[in-house]
């Protein structure tokens, strides 16, 4: 009985320690729910946004002409800031394309006035989930160095880059402010300014960049699209001929109609010829 009694003792505890092994590896826990990216399940999981939402737009393009356009051409990166007043841009090649993990940095100045001790900031983004499929999520985080204070506080912000259906993709932009140091007589002063600054110029300069930058991109493909058709038509041969080979061709049927008789003619005359000898 008491053999029976440990066996049954050792069985559940090992029961026990196996499902809290498989708690531990498997399911998302507040210790673990960052880690569950591991496991074998690679879905794209929808983060929480920042404070404020800056950008929520859908889009009449597919979900990898949209990540190419704001992620990958450096020129949309680089007009959008000099939209914003800034010079001297710089954009540097992310470290693994858009992949999980890959990282980029981008630099700018401003000009310089009597109010600006040093002028200029950076933004570095990193490719938190990568899936062409379903979806994208970059972080980034903006440095502030032409303001007073500017290196005790800074801006983070989410991009998110989800599929809305066949041909439609979907950017939800959100931002805040993060402080280094307890500033407690400006914390509120600098927030409100800089996400009332941030909301400004994605809705004055980001959103109308993107149409343009989408239109241009449909240009391009149209122009792609007529030179294709356009070498097509004169690699393809016409079904019909031309008037001058239709010409051609009627004579040497004539022609050999033509010779066709003489020989019928001669075939004649010859067999005459032959009929009078016999009655000769």
Known sequence: MQNTMMKGFIRSGGLREVTNEFQKKWLPTAENWISVEDTESKQFIRPETYDSIVCDCVNSASLEAMAKLLFLDSNFEIKFLQDCGFNDVVVKEWSNGIQKGSKQTST?????????????????????????????????????????????????????????????????????????????????????????????????????????????????????????????????????????????????VILLLCILFELLCLKKQQDSILLRLELI
Do not use: W
Request: net charge positive; glycine share 4%; no cysteine.
């Open 108 to 252: 700018y100045k401003k000009p310089t006035s009597k109010y600006l001790v040093r002028s200029g900031g950076q933004v570095e983004r990193t490719v938190i989930q990568s899936s062409l499929i379903e979806g994208y999520q970059i972080d980034a985080i903006e440095k502030y160095l032409d303001a007073p204070k500017g290196d005790q506080y800074y801006s983070e912000y989410r991009y998110l880059l989800i599929p809305e259906g066949k041909g439609r993709t979907r950017l939800l932009v959100s931002h805040r402010v993060e402080f280094n140091q307890n500033l407690l007589m400006t914390r509120a002063i600098i927030r409100s300014r800089i996400t009332s600054r941030v909301a400004q110029k994605f809705k004055n300069r980001f959103i109308p960049a993107i149409e343009d930058g989408m239109a241009q991109q449909s240009n391009r493909h149209d122009d792609i699209s007529k030179t294709t058709s356009l070498s097509e038509n004169k690699l393809t041969p016409t079904l019909f001929p031309s008037p001058v080979i239709l010409l051609l061709l009627a004579a040497i």
